[in-house]
């Protein structure tokens, strides 16, 4: 232990001694370790771990293919046939965008949030963490004036009360009680046409049971909603993908309203990644050079800077140092740099991500 601690005075005296040197090589390190860092937090974030929700792998979701127009929302009549033909989902749900101004409680606002059907939080994965979910009872036409607020509201206008559960707010000039709050996430809320979603926070301010009447759930050319479907424990991507054809194919023979229509089926993550995934994992990859580049050019400047200790290794050689006293001083000595380039990688990758 004595000549270990011996070793790491030393080391720290030579780094000393060559502050030109210990200089350039920590800075190398520090900028292909921070820049590594810093990107690896991002595809972290981004494609490792984005989604909040209880096994986000089993997230699908679903959109139509319109004859010229590609990739397009859901008619509600095609939504329930898939609900009710598939055999590899736990649940299918649709979603849609909505729009209501808050009054009282502070200064009217207008907010968008989202209609959910049912069966829309057990498929995406998260309850309300404070109060419940809507009740069956509570999608049916005339009966949902009960809404859930997303987190953001919830701190925001009403400073995070926990009682605001079964408390009355004004909607639309009309009384929704308020039976959960969201935790904070992304959700999906806003189906766009092409067919995407949006994941601006500004629309994710509250949800309201989406209710159908007879008509409109016999609609098959408005093409309004979003759909997301959970697969069942075992069942593959791919196999969705051949039911959901098949089911798309027998609609198409059955409606004149399907003509040229499909069904397509897309993990969830790539609604949320879109495009980013490629350039992502390309930057990764780009700085992961770096960082092997950085590592042989300090490699480089270190045995140069060995080769000019030739005569204090012939010194402390004679005196009686072993090949592997001079191996262990040598590798304590780049420990120590490494340390040191380390901790200030990380500072300049924090500073990056802030």
């Not at 800075?27 to 590594?36: D, E, K, V």
């Not at 009403?158 to 959960?180: E, F, Q, S």
């Not at 060995?306 to 780049?334: C, D, M, N, T």
């Amino acid at each position: 232990m004595n000549t270990l601690w011996q070793d790491l005075r030393y080391g720290l005296r030579m780094l000393l001694k060559h502050p030109g040197v210990t200089a350039i090589a920590v800075i190398t390190l520090a900028l292909g370790i921070g820049a590594n860092t810093a990107i690896f937090s991002v595809v972290n974030a981004v494609l490792l771990n984005p989604l909040p929700y209880r096994e986000p792998d089993r997230l699908i979701s679903l959109w139509e293919s319109v004859p010229n127009q590609g990739r397009w929302r859901v008619a509600p009549a095609n939504f329930f046939d898939w609900k009710k033909q598939n055999t590899v989902f736990e649940d299918v749900a649709a979603f849609g965008r909505s729009s209501l101004t808050l009054t009282g409680d502070g200064e009217p606002e207008q907010l968008v949030g989202a209609r959910a059907s049912s069966g829309y939080f057990a498929v995406v994965g998260v309850e309300p963490f404070i109060g419940r979910a809507f009740a069956a009872e509570e999608y049916e036409p005339g009966k949902g004036r009960v809404v859930i607020l997303a987190h953001t509201l919830w701190q925001r206008r009403y400073g995070g009360d926990r009682n605001i559960v079964n408390r009355t707010i004004t909607l639309d000039g009309a009384p929704y009680t308020v039976v959960g709050v969201m935790p904070p996430g992304l959700y999906p809320v806003s189906p766009l046409n092409p067919g995407q979603l949006t994941f601006d926070e500004h629309e994710q301010n509250y949800w309201i049971p989406m209710s159908f009447s007879a008509d409109w759930a016999a609609a098959r050319r408005a093409h309004v909603l979003g759909v997301v479907a959970r697969l069942k424990p075992g069942v593959s991507i791919e196999q969705a993908a051949t039911e959901m054809n098949a089911i798309g194919a027998r609609l198409e023979q059955e409606y004149a309203d399907n003509r040229g229509e499909g069904v397509l089926v897309s993990p969830f993550m790539n609604e949320v990644v879109g495009n980013v995934r490629p350039a992502l994992l390309t930057l990764l990859g780009a700085v992961a050079v770096v960082l092997l580049i950085a590592c042989a050019n300090v490699a480089g400047l270190l045995l140069a800077q060995h080769a000019g200790r030739s005569k204090e290794i012939a010194i402390r050689a004679a005196l009686g140092a072993g090949r592997g006293r001079l191996v262990r001083q040598f590798f304590i000595e780049g420990l120590l740099l490494s340390l040191l380039g380390t901790a200030a990688g990380l500072a300049l990758a924090a500073l990056a991500t802030s």
